[in-house]
């Protein structure tokens, strides 16, 4: 926890000096009176404008590994801001392009379920869904999806676990689902909000039918990228858990100042929800937004 705190007061300040002007002046204007499917392809349309970047992966300049370093550094000691561990690494300060030893390019959605690079070569390195990762807890969760794990877990490092999903309330899980991850409650909401950042932006790429994951966390039916229901109860309930934090705050405009696109959940967590929660069939007012 300690290591957050740091890392939250830094941004605190970072997000006052920053956060007004970074988004530009009517960047969401489109969504205004929007609801519903008009409401998310109106903010897939202004994920996917034309001016938004793509990067390549890897290490080297402007690749991925670069760009971590401004998004996921801890600044009072330039170490990794990890969500898959408690484990301390650090950006070597004389060569911003390498990767940290330790860790690994992750995908906090798992690229499998879309086809990786080849199913889509954009969301295979977009940075609002890429984080750098404990590389230990990275492999141990491969393709699960998220859930509340239940029972013995097979992997636990006090920040990341994953094991048999566990009844949490209501869910619903498949019968076939043998494993999910969960990570820690600091970082729930924040995986939550990649989540429906990637359906949002992503919301015609097919699902990947060949992997077991993909078929039992999203809807192969819908013609969209969207969430079986059991799926969507968790990441409502992360999402509403873990409000948006300044770290994500921060983490939102130095990615905008490289890709030129941004996480309208971040931004506006009511948006989730308009088109997933308790606000669906109702209009958006822009002015309205919190």
Do not use: M
């Given at each position: 926890m300690y290591r957050k705190n740091v890392v939250l007061a830094i941004a605190c300040y970072l997000f006052f000096c920053l956060y007004a002007e970074e988004m530009p002046v009517g960047y969401y204007a489109e969504i205004d009176g929007k609801q519903d499917t008009a409401l998310r392809t109106a903010l897939a349309m202004i994920l996917n404008a034309d001016s938004v970047k793509e990067f390549k992966y890897g290490s080297g300049k402007n690749k991925t590994w670069h760009i971590f370093y401004y998004t996921d550094r801890n600044e009072a000691d330039n170490s990794v801001v990890d969500m898959y561990s408690n484990n301390v690494r650090y950006f070597d300060t004389a060569n911003l392009f390498v990767s940290v030893k330790g860790c690994d390019i992750e995908h906090t959605l798992p690229n499998s379920w879309w086809g990786g690079k080849a199913g889509n070569a954009t969301?295979?390195?977009?940075?609002?869904?890429?984080?750098?990762?404990?590389?230990?807890?990275?492999?141990?969760k491969s393709n699960m999806p998220p859930g509340y794990v239940g029972g013995k877990p097979k992997f636990d490092n006090g920040v990341m676990r994953n094991g048999m999903p566990a009844t949490v309330g209501s869910i619903a899980y498949p019968k076939a689902l043998s494993k999910v991850f969960e990570p820690s409650d600091d970082y729930k909401g924040d995986f939550a909000r990649m989540y429906f950042y990637t359906a949002t932006r992503y919301e015609r790429t097919a699902v990947a039918k060949d992997i077991?994951?993909?078929?039992?966390?999203?809807?192969?039916?819908?013609?969209?990228f969207d969430f079986l229901p059991w799926l969507l109860q968790v990441l409502l309930e992360w999402h509403r858990l873990d409000p948006v934090s300044n770290k994500e705050m921060v983490?939102?405009?130095t990615v905008f100042e490289w890709q030129?696109?941004?996480n309208p959940y971040i931004d506006f967590p009511e948006l989730v929800?308009?088109?997933?929660?308790?606000?669906?069939?109702?209009?958006?007012?822009?002015?309205?937004?919190k």
């Open positions: 969301a295979y390195t977009d940075i609002h869904l890429l984080v750098p990762a404990d590389f230990s807890a990275n492999r141990s077991k994951d993909a078929v039992l966390a999203l809807d192969t039916a819908s013609g969209k983490r939102n405009n030129r696109n941004r929800e308009y088109i997933w929660g308790n606000k669906k069939g109702e209009k958006v007012v822009l002015t309205q937004l």
